[in-house]
């Protein structure tokens, strides 16, 4: 059996990389999946705690959780296909230039 440090360590590991991926890359889909591995790593903590203690509410906040993805990934999907059929680019960089 696989013991709950190591599911931590694999979610810290995984909050890391989307951390990084969030901070050092300009193209908006990839920051965009970059904050959903950041959610994943949540929900896999979350699960690791509800295993270690028996418990149905790390489940449930998981469930919550993945809830509110699916939604800002409707969200955010559509602001972006909106943003390249404006712009033709989804650069982070060129965002401050959707006035004109």
Do not use: C, P
């Not at 959903?36 to 489940?59: C, D, I, P, V």
């Not at 939604?71 to 033709?88: C, M, N, P, Q, S």
């Amino acid at each position: 059996m696989v013991q709950t440090e190591a599911y931590l360590m694999l979610s810290m590991v995984l909050f890391v990389l989307g951390t990084m991926g969030v901070l050092l890359r300009r193209s908006a889909i990839l920051v965009f999946m970059s904050v959903e591995l950041m959610l994943n790593a949540t929900n896999l903590a979350l699960a690791a705690f509800a295993r270690q203690w028996g418990s149905e509410n790390g489940h449930m906040f998981a469930f919550f959780i993945i809830t509110v993805a699916a939604a800002e990934v409707a969200v955010g999907l559509a602001l972006i296909v909106a943003i390249f059929r404006t712009k033709r680019s989804i650069n982070i960089d060129e965002l401050h230039q959707l006035e004109g």
